[in-house]
């Protein structure tokens, strides 16, 4: 596969879809954690966009409803498993997780979640540091490639098999800042 200068044309999730999700998905955050602190762990680096959109749609459903509070933290790691490839491979650690997630929720925050390795990995990673709980958030979920069982609490959307970029999720580390979810087509 060979990456254009040019942006994908196959749009599958628009940008007003996404923004839309979130929000939702923000006011059931609120709902789920009320009066509690929450941390939340972006998967770097591609939930970055995804991470400040849901960071900031939490925030708006608690001015929506002021009855509700979450304070939040945030936390990154970053784990690498595609290797400039539209096949994942074995899942490394480049950097993750303090001790300030012992007896904290955690919600991870990812952007995508195909195989399931990369969220196995990392939540017995996460288990080690004693949080209180660990919930998962990811902007998409593609069940049809799913090689280990793994719980997904929030999903923003169900995704076919196809290569994805956009919206933070890139190949060989273009397309990220695309405001919307294309599919990637050999060329």
Same mark, same amino acid.
């Given at each position: ?9 196959? #749009? ?9 999700? !979130? ?8 709902? =789920? ?9 972006? $998967? ?5 966009? +995804? +991470?400040? =959109? @849901?960071?900031?749609? %939490? +925030?708006?459903?608690? $001015? ?7 304070? @939040? ?6 784990? #690498? ?19 300030? /997630? ?9 952007? %995508? ?7 196995? +990995? ?11 709980? %660990? ?16 719980? !997904? ?5 169900? !995704?076919? =098999?196809?290569? #994805?970029?956009?919206?933070? /999720? ?10 919307? %979810? ?6």
């Amino acid at each position: 596969m060979s990456v254009t200068n040019s942006p994908p044309e196959s #749009v599958l999730i628009s940008e007003s879809h996404l923004q839309n999700r !979130i929000h939702e998905l923000g006011a059931q955050i609120v709902t =789920d954690y009320e009066n509690q602190e929450l941390v939340l762990l972006g $998967v770097l680096r591609g939930s970055v966009l +995804f +991470f400040a =959109d @849901l960071a900031r749609a %939490i +925030f708006r459903a608690q $001015v929506e409803n002021p009855v509700r509070e979450v304070p @939040l933290r945030f936390e990154f790691v970053q784990l #690498v498993s595609y290797h400039n490839s539209t096949k994942p491979s074995a899942v490394e650690l480049i950097r993750g997780g303090t001790d300030y /997630l012992e007896e904290r929720h955690v919600l991870i925050v990812e952007d %995508i979640v195909d195989t399931g390795h990369t969220l196995k +990995f990392l939540h017995e990673h996460l288990w080690t540091l004693k949080p209180k709980s %660990i919930k998962v958030c990811t902007l998409l979920d593609k069940p049809s490639q799913r090689q280990v069982p793994v719980a !997904i609490d929030y999903i923003g959307f169900e !995704i076919p =098999d196809t290569f #994805v970029v956009g919206y933070g /999720l890139d190949y060989a580390q273009q397309y990220r800042n695309l405001p919307y %979810i294309a599919v990637l087509e050999s060329t």
